[in-house]
């Protein structure tokens, strides 16, 4: 199977006020939620009800093949549900769930510490597979939440997959371990909102001639999701498929560069093209920019650097979002700039309005870039944004607004 990596990076360059389009959630036709191992049903702390992993989701040799543990310890916060319990396998071991066919966020939940009284699932490694492609390979929940930015004790994997009737999700041991998971939850997505491209339905290759081949045999995990210039954004402030997006700050190269301006009260304009589920309200409300308003020539001399650690040998999908809110940034020509990706030109010449046709009307951008071994095994991802002056803009400037990345 080929691995592929999807890296969503998500520039959003707006500020608004709860418009019409705004507010026009993405309605799921599946969700579930399981809280494995658990006895009864309980909210989480958004609200959100887990079941338990009752009626047909579990063969009938369950106790066999594993068991249900509590953790003897609880670190500073790791929410209780779903991480409180879980499901300990001896052997291979699959779910099977019933589901619409289509495209569907699969996200395990994992928080590696003591189960019990003796099961330690820092030593546990195991792989995962859905409908028989691999996700996880060998994965341990400890070693990654070690490399986790920004810090945490458990760790969520968002996967993106298309089920046709049915999506059985195998969890395999390795050799002398035990295999673990905490929850497991599947929420339906737009069709081929991660596959068929950006606003223009294209994908930009950067820099290779290694295609980025997108089809139902894709497998994509969610790297990072980041809201740009702005706070964390929760699962029940997202367009109903619950995402979950994160500050930036961590990703930022210097702590001068980008500047979050404030602009009140502006409602989006959404279109066809760029539907209002494409990304919530809180994360078009900020965003960075370089700055420097009364020397803007100083922008002229860096780049607005972001960088993201990576693992190498895949293939990550990069997507920008768009929208030029600003009063004094309304018409085409006025604020170009340079996207790069790892050092490579991704688009030379980005005018948000020349090419979204407006003010508040936002766009989103698909690029895909390899990135090799040739630094390590988890070098990071560079992007930047630079003025582009050629054509003689009227403002020397660039801007961002959120960054998503996924893996599979
Ligand atoms: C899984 O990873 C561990 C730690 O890196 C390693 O010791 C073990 O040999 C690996 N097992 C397999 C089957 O690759
Ligand atoms: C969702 O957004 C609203 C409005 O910004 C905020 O008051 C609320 O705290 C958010 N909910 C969560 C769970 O973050
Ligand atoms: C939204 O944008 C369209 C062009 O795509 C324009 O015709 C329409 O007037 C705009 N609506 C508002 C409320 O600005
Ligand atoms: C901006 O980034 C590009 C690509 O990495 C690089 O070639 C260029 O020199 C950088 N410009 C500045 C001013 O740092």
New binding site residues.
């Given amino acids: 199977m080929i691995f592929n990596v999807l890296f969503g990076l998500s520039i959003l360059v707006s500020a608004t006020l709860r418009g019409e389009g705004a507010t026009a959630a993405y309605v799921p036709t599946d969700v579930f939620l399981i809280n494995c191992g658990a006895t009864s049903d309980t909210k989480d702390l958004s609200g959100r009800t887990w079941t338990t992993e009752h009626g047909n989701l579990v063969p009938w040799n369950l106790n066999d093949m594993s068991f249900a543990a509590t953790a003897s310890f609880q670190d500073f916060g790791v929410p209780l549900v779903p991480f409180m319990e879980a499901r300990i396998f001896r052997s291979e071991f699959t779910y099977t769930f019933k589901v619409s066919p289509g495209w569907k966020f699969l996200r395990l939940y994992f928080y590696p510490t003591i189960y019990g009284s003796d099961f330690n699932a820092d030593n546990s ?1 195991f792989s995962v597979t859905v409908d028989g492609l691999t996700l996880l ?2 994965f ?1 929940a400890d ?1 990654t939440v070690m490399t986790l930015k920004p810090e945490s004790k458990y760790i969520i994997k968002e996967f993106i997959v298309t089920a046709f009737r049915t999506l059985r999700l195998t969890l395999t041991p ?2 002398d371990s035990l295999a673990f998971v905490n929850g497991v939850e599947i929420v339906s997505i737009p069709d081929r909102f991660y596959t068929k491209g950006g606003f223009d339905d294209k994908i930009t290759n950067v820099g290779s001639n290694i295609d980025f081949e997108v089809d139902d045999e894709i497998v994509l995990e969610t790297v990072y999701r980041l809201n740009v210039g702005g706070q964390m954004v929760s699962v029940v402030n997202d367009t109903g498929i619950f995402r979950q997006w994160f500050s930036d700050d961590d990703f930022l190269l210097g702590v001068n560069s980008g500047m979050k301006p404030e602009v009140p009260g502006v409602e989006l304009n959404y279109t066809e093209k760029t539907p209002a589920y494409v990304a919530p309200d809180d994360v078009y409300k900020t965003y960075r920019t370089m700055g420097n308003v009364n020397n803007p020539r100083l922008n002229l001399i860096f780049n607005l650097t972001w960088l993201f650690p990576v693992d190498a040998g895949f293939n990550y999908l990069v997507r920008l979002h768009f929208c030029e809110t600003l009063r004094e940034v309304n018409g085409p020509v006025q604020r170009v700039f340079t996207i790069f990706i790892r050092n490579q030109i991704a688009m030379l010449e980005m005018d948000v309005i020349g090419m979204s046709g407006g003010s508040r009307i936002p766009i989103y951008l698909d690029f895909s870039v390899y990135v090799g071994s040739e630094s390590g095994p988890r070098p990071d991802l560079r992007l930047e944004l630079h003025p582009y002056t050629e054509v003689t803009p009227k403002y020397y400037d660039a801007i961002l607004v959120d960054i998503s990345l996924s893996e599979a």
């Fill in positions: 490694f390979k060998n341990s070693l390795s050799t």
